[in-house]
């Protein structure tokens, strides 16, 4: 329901707003319906939310709406209860991440992966892994590594970047 951003921040909101709305409308016509609503709540808030007070109002019309809430742990039960009015917690599952180990193959040795990606045998790899986003502080990361750099290590920065101009910083 937000807008993607434009050079004009009156047609932002004003898309958003509109995009809200009819977000709104749909959540209420699908309670109407026998279908249900099934959140899992990834996050507290959208991670660049330009605008707090209508993500606000979307979320707890979705805790009213939704048939049943899920999340990853208890602490993230307990935090969705400490944030919003209409958190119920009889509504939310607690539901894990599965694991993984077997939907991979997994055939390729040590050596065979330091190789292919032209890594020495005696260096250590700092990683970070994920969607390249500026909240992330990946310039935090870069400076402490800056700090304990050694020869034998390498900072690997593996990702995809969100936004180009923090690419493009990031790069530089």
Known sequence: ?????????????????????????????????????????????????QYPRIERI?????????????????????????????ANPNKMEIIRDGAYLDAYSDEISRDNARSSLSIDEDTFVYLFFGTIRRYKGIHTLIDAYEKVRRPDTELWIVGNPKFEDYERELRS
Request: hydrophobic share 45%; aromatic share 12%; glycine share 2%.
């Open 1 to 49: 329901y937000m807008s993607t951003p434009t050079e004009s921040p009156i047609l932002n909101t004003l898309a958003t707003v509109a995009r809200t709305a009819t977000f709104l409308i749909d959540l209420f016509v699908i309670t109407l319906s026998k279908a249900e609503i099934v959140w899992t709540v990834h996050n507290l808030y959208n991670h660049e939310s």
């Open 58 to 86: 979307v979320r707890e019309f979705l805790f009213v709406t939704a048939a049943s809430v899920t999340v990853k742990c208890g602490s993230a039960a307990r935090t969705i209860e400490d944030e919003f009015w209409f």
